[in-house]
């Protein structure tokens, strides 16, 4: 088991910023077989979406509506993952997941962070 714990999300104006963060924890073989850490989100009656993933070595793939907006970045000594988002919009509301994909392709969920966007 590699067990998430996220912390960040809120309430924010338009155009404000957030910063979530998720640290992994559990046995040393379980946070070596680590491969990819990401975010995903799910708004209201809408199927989770990926956000922002991060490999190992570092390389970041994004969601179009977040490229330019939003930054992943990762701490492997720390085991842990951030997601800094600038210029929130209405429609970034959603619960934010954060997850981890080991090399085994078993992925592991945290409980979900809400993040909501004022207009």
């Known amino acids: 088991q590699v067990p998430l714990v996220e912390s960040g999300g809120g309430l924010v104006q338009a155009g404000g910023s957030l910063r979530l963060s998720c640290a992994a924890s559990?046995?040393?073989?379980?946070?070596?077989?680590?491969?990819?850490m990401g975010w995903y989100r799910q708004a209201p009656g809408k199927q989770r979406e990926l956000v922002a993933v991060i490999s190992s070595g570092g390389s970041t793939n994004y969601a179009d509506s977040v490229k330019g907006r939003f930054t992943i970045s990762r701490d492997n000594a720390k085991n842990t993952v951030s997601l800094q988002m600038n210029s929130l919009r209405p429609e970034d509301t959603a619960v934010y997941f954060c997850?981890?994909?080991?090399?085994?392709?078993?992925?592991?969920w945290g409980q979900g962070t809400q993040v909501t966007v004022s207009s």
């Open positions: 559990g046995n040393i073989f379980s946070i070596a077989a680590i491969a990819d």
């Open positions: 997850n981890t994909r080991l090399r085994s392709g078993i992925n592991f």
